[in-house]
């Protein structure tokens, strides 16, 4: 422990009801407000709930840190209580802290040795200290492990999680904050206005101009709200705040104008303006102490005789001084580590009264000082604000259509989506796939591979209408970023860029005009996600030709079955590579009617094998509709998995579509300066094992973590570094699946059984071993990215990131009783990126 604080508890006789009624009761919740004794000064409220449990080896504890009140509401015990579907999917018991904000007693100096401290800091060590020592052990007695403990706060919750995770940091698995408070110290009426950069910016280094609601002086008005809210929040008998409520002092020198200590206040130690401290004196600067910093507090009237004869920027420079200070520090055991830290907070777009503005700089600060300060435990971890600003979408069509295929997602991109608190939405639209079913052409099953959930994974697979997906992922986007970030009827003609930019040009594609919103914009990065027919992927290999033709044609349609069939969630393959049929449900509202929406898919080949000629039909007759007698009559008499294809799935439905099916022979380089390549425009594949469109969500959650690894400590990215890194981790194995689907991927069970067995066969293992069948899938997946034990452990390790868009009452949706895990994201401010 980096911080000694006192240790109360509260009577023997509360503990034994807690204890008994957890356990002997049986039933599925316990309840429990727990009263903990803080000294003399009152007592703090802990609401328990918790899952009662004799078989659960390592329970895990979420420890909630309410808001608390930030200006002028007085905290809500109410405040953001514990959801009963979070609880039974991710946490055996959610813990409430209800701290104060200030003491109900007086302060005087016989009782200042019991809160020597900020009341909320001493409120939240002091519960957490008996909750650790007594709560859990008697919640969970038959546990073979410590708990794991994670810890969520926001505002002010978020800064005593902060303080928490550095003085307690071996207890914790992960802390989350979310708008935290977490800089009171150096917070003047200048925080977050840098005098040096150009007129009209709002960050040191960005050429993009603030919005027009970003005001300085709004700013400055915001900075002065919340200083005297430090006052008042953080009252001791001289009106001095104590800096340890200010946990980024555990990771920089206290700056010049840092007041004095609560101690200090009350006398209880010397005053670092009158003599230095010794080097070990844990009461007065134990978490900031460090031999090796030069740097001490001078005194008021001194500071203020040296910044008489100074102009405003030099005083700000003086009393803002930052001096970043290792963690832990100096003498500090070895075997110290660091919770995983999920920083939470978007960059205001609307920000008329400057307050957004200064809780984005504090996220982003500290965000920083974690990953330059620390030196031990998993700090490389941190998943930070991930706040973009200023991005530009474009698209080449004039209008967004609702295309009638369906799409699925797999549950290592699921992942990415979930972070994004894309959740809810997905699961009252799409279908959790329970299971694949693989049959010959006859009908005859040959393997059945449960899928998401029903595997072991602890978040599902999804089985979605493509167009409702990317309805939900546009509203998304606009309801985040603005309507005005994406722009219909723009198709990207070229670009130019330089050492500090890169410049988009567009015309409209319905007439070849310049555009008319953006004829050409610079930004920093240019995103080209312009499909298989890339026109940026053209400019850099122009004797690349067409895509590669398979000599097969996909015919796609949707029907609204009466009734389900099989699971309600089952996929269906059937046939060999020359000739095949796929079914699948994929609307959440046609199952809540007690129907199914069938998304089917029909297969033929069109060419020979051993025809050299790869080049596909026209462009212009992609995705065309077209009539079914073109390609029903070999799937008459088909039949499997309860369906008949022709009666019940292609002869019912109104539209076909008709898709060649094409790749593109993997390239070397992707990353071109200022520009890359992603999703088919970067590795056109196969629509085999149902993982395109996962593979280009991973390549974005890939971009977004590259760019942040290659951002300064002043918010500066080094783009081609970054894109190049992006690259090198996602160009290799992109590639490998390329060519894995070429060889029939995980269909390939299909043409096994078909080419040992063409007539049929009564027993599938006496055709082909069933160690053959399964090594199939299982070296797939491996070359996919979607492993269940790799996709499970990024799950647990980073639950809870979606909290930053909606809270925890609402970015959580119950998966029929299993885990709800989150994959982490890392990327921020990155301005002015055309996509």
Known sequence: MLLRLGRCGVANKLLTRVARSAYSTRIPFHRETVKVSIGGSGHVDLEIQARISDTESRPSVLLQLPAGSRLEAPADPQEAPPDNARLRNLHSAIITIHYRLSSPLPLTATAALDHRFPMPVHDVHTSFAYLTSTILPGLFPYALEEPRIDVAGSSIGGALATTLA???????????????????????????????????????????????????????????????????????????????????????????????????????????????????????????????????????????????????????????????????????????????????????????????????????????????????????????????????????????????????????????????????????????????????????????????????????????????????????????????????????????????????????????????????????????????????????????????????????????????????????????????????????????????????????RVRDESDPDLTPPPPADWTRSVPKETFQEPFRKW????????????????????????????????????????????????????????QAILDAECLAACLVEHTSGAGDVDVEAALTTYQTRRLPPTAAIVMANRGNGPDQVLQLAHERAPEGFDDIYSVVPKDELEAVGSVYKKIAGFEMEKVNARAAETVGEERRWFGADKANGEVDGHANGQVEGRARHVNGTPA
């Open 166 to 604: 550095l003085t307690e940091p071996n207890a914790l698995n992960s802390v989350t904050i979310t708008d935290a408070l977490v800089d009171w110290c150096m917070l003047d009426e200048h925080a977050g206005i840098v005098e040096e950069a150009p007129p009209g910016n709002y960050l040191r280094g960005q050429r993009k101009k603030a919005p027009p609601s970003v005001d300085p002086e709004a700013i400055q008005t915001a900075a002065r709200a919340l200083i005297a809210a430090r006052t008042r929040l953080f009252p001791t008998p001289s009106s001095f705040f104590d800096p340890f409520a200010s946990p980024m002092l555990f990771l920089r020198a206290p700056g010049r104008d840092t007041p004095r200590t609560h101690a200090e206040a009350l006398g209880l130690v010397t005053s670092s303006q009158e003599a230095e401290p010794e080097p070990h004196d844990t009461i007065a600067y134990g978490p900031y102490n460090d031999d090796h910093d030069p740097t001490r507090v001078p005194s008021i009237d001194s500071l203020a005789d040296s910044m008489s004869n100074m102009t405003l920027q030099q005083q700000q420079n003086r009393r803002r001084r930052k001096v970043i200070r290792r963690w832990p520090p100096i003498g500090v055991p070895e075997d110290v580590m660091l919770p995983r830290f999920q920083i939470f907070s978007r960059p205001p777009r609307n920000d008329t009264d400057g307050h957004g503005w200064l809780l984005h700089k504090q996220a982003t600060d500290l965000a920083d000082y974690l990953r330059r300060a620390c030196f031990c435990g998993r700090e490389k971890g941190f998943a930070e604000d991930r706040g973009f600003t200023d991005i530009h979408i474009f698209e080449a069509s004039s209008r967004l259509t609702t295309l009638g295929v369906g799409i699925n997602v797999q549950p290592s991109a699921v992942l990415i989506l979930r972070n994004l608190g894309l959740l809810p939405t997905l699961l009252s639209t799409g279908i959790q796939t329970k299971e694949l079913n693989f049959y010959d052409r006859h009908g005859n099953p040959i393997l059945s591979e449960p899928r998401g959930l029903s595997a072991g994974y602890t978040i599902p697979q999804f089985s979605i209408h493509r167009g409702e997906l990317q309805q939900l992922l546009r509203s998304a986007v606009e309801d985040r970023l603005g309507k005005d970030t994406i722009h219909l009827n723009h198709a990207f003609t070229s670009y130019t860029q330089d050492a500090n930019s890169v410049t988009a040009h567009f015309t409209q594609r319905s007439t070849g005009e310049l555009a008319t919103d953006h004829p050409s914009i610079t930004g920093d990065i240019l995103i080209a996600a312009d499909g298989i027919n890339s026109h940026a992927r053209k400019l850099h290999y122009p004797t690349e030709g067409p895509p590669r033709f398979s000599g097969r044609i996909l015919w796609r349609g949707c029907i609204e079955l009466p009734n389900p069939y099989l699971t309600g969630a089952s996929m269906i393959w059937d046939g060999h590579a020359n000739q095949k049929f796929i079914a699948y449900p994929i609307s959440a509202r046609s199952a809540s009617e007690g129907k199914s929406l069938v998304n089917w898919i029909a297969e033929l």
């Open 639 to 694: 039949r499997c998995g309860g369906l008949r294809m022709m009666e019940d799935l292609i002869e019912p439905t109104g539209k076909v579509y008709e898709f060649p099916m094409c790749d593109r022979d993997p390239v070397e380089r992707w990353s071109f300066g200022r520009m890359t390549l992603l999703g088919d425009a970067a590795h056109a594949m196969y629509p085999i094992g149902s993982n395109g469109a996962s």
